[in-house]
């Protein structure tokens, strides 16, 4: 009774019968309570090291600002530089014979001709069912159309454009994509009112790297332009934190094994007495190829601006500005043909 009248007592009711000390909680409900799981840090992209490989570290917790873009650039201006109007390229010279509503098409140089993507890749969507000609779903492969058939990607309907061809002289701290998720400046800021056909950058370079970058809608010249069996020359003038040793460069010269495979440098030129500013030509479309060149040695590139791509140069183009190419150049991009397996001179 004495046993049962202390329970009583550790645990007193009121005339409703609920506990009195419900806000007291016992060490057996305590044992039950599931103990708290310590929370996953997490991490963030920080940028890249000397050695080009990418840093992470704890993700700050303050929300990004989205500041309004407002546009530094324009093209070029009247004065010195007149602004030109858009090009009409006639390029029949190259093509087998003049376009009809009444000719037939392939499918896929449609849709690579609207802009979309090359040859090859138009061949996915099709094969992937992502096509639709006149309200049909399209997977064959070589199926031909006809200029004035509805063919629709993405719930919209695509039409061969006339050919645009835009050269950027790209400034610093603009992203080389058409669309980024954090609003962030993008390449296409600066060709936005270009023309009312709908662009995309042939290749791309970072962020913070500057110069010449090609603007198109024609997917086969740009398929052509970023394949590697094509080797399109560029050269970059490339600054660094430190002199570079004569050994360095000979080194470079006979080619550099990186994590990727070698890469084969085609000339390498020291342009300055201190030694830290120097020219370099490549073929390699690698990612930050020319950066992880340098790292492999030990230098960090301080400034790089890309001068010379597919034998267009950016003169008479003022950082951030654009032109449109003349026809002859344009010519001239589409004869470029496949490298032969020949031994480079070295």
Do not use: W
């Amino acid at each position: 009774m004495k046993k049962f009248n202390n329970r009583s007592e550790r645990s007193p009711k009121n005339s409703k019968g609920e506990s009195t000390n419900s806000g007291k909680r016992s060490s057996y409900d305590k044992k039950k309570e599931p103990s708290s799981k310590i929370p996953e840090e997490k991490t963030e992209y920080k940028g890249r090291g000397r050695n080009q490989k990418p840093i992470f570290g704890k993700a700050e917790d303050k929300e990004r600002k989205k500041k309004p873009f407002k546009k530094p650039f324009s093209p070029l201006k009247s004065g010195k530089n007149k602004s030109e109007a858009q090009p009409q390229y006639n390029l029949k010279s190259i093509q087998k014979s003049g376009h009809k509503e009444s000719d037939e098409i392939r499918l896929n140089k449609f849709i690579a001709n609207a802009g979309i993507c090359s040859r090859r890749d138009a061949d996915k969507l099709i094969e992937n069912g992502e096509i639709s000609v006149n309200g049909k779903v399209v997977n064959e492969m070589g199926y031909k159309v006809l200029r004035k058939d509805r063919v629709v990607y993405k719930g919209k309907s695509i039409r061969p454009e006339k050919p645009v061809y835009i050269l950027l002289n790209k400034p610093k701290d603009f992203i080389t994509t058409t669309d980024d998720p954090f609003e962030r400046k993008t390449v296409m800021h600066l060709v936005e009112n270009a023309c009312e056909e709908r662009l995309f950058p042939v290749g791309r370079l970072d962020r913070n790297t500057t110069g010449l970058l090609l603007f198109t809608n024609d997917g086969e010249l740009s398929a052509k332009l970023t394949h590697p069996s094509y080797e399109i020359k560029k050269i970059y003038q490339v600054t660094l934190d430190k002199p570079i040793a004569k050994n360095d460069v000979e080194a470079i010269l006979e080619g550099v094994t990186l994590e990727d495979g070698l890469t084969e440098v085609d000339d390498l030129q020291v342009l300055s007495k201190d030694r830290t500013i120097m020219g370099i030509e490549i073929h390699s479309g690698k990612n930050r190829i020319v950066r992880r060149i340098f790292a492999h040695f030990g230098y960090e590139v301080i400034a790089l601006d890309r001068v010379t791509f597919a034998g267009l140069s950016k003169k008479d183009i003022p950082r951030g500005n654009y032109r449109f190419l003349e026809e002859k150049e344009v010519i001239n991009l589409k004869f470029l043909n496949k490298r032969k397996n020949k031994k480079r001179p070295k």
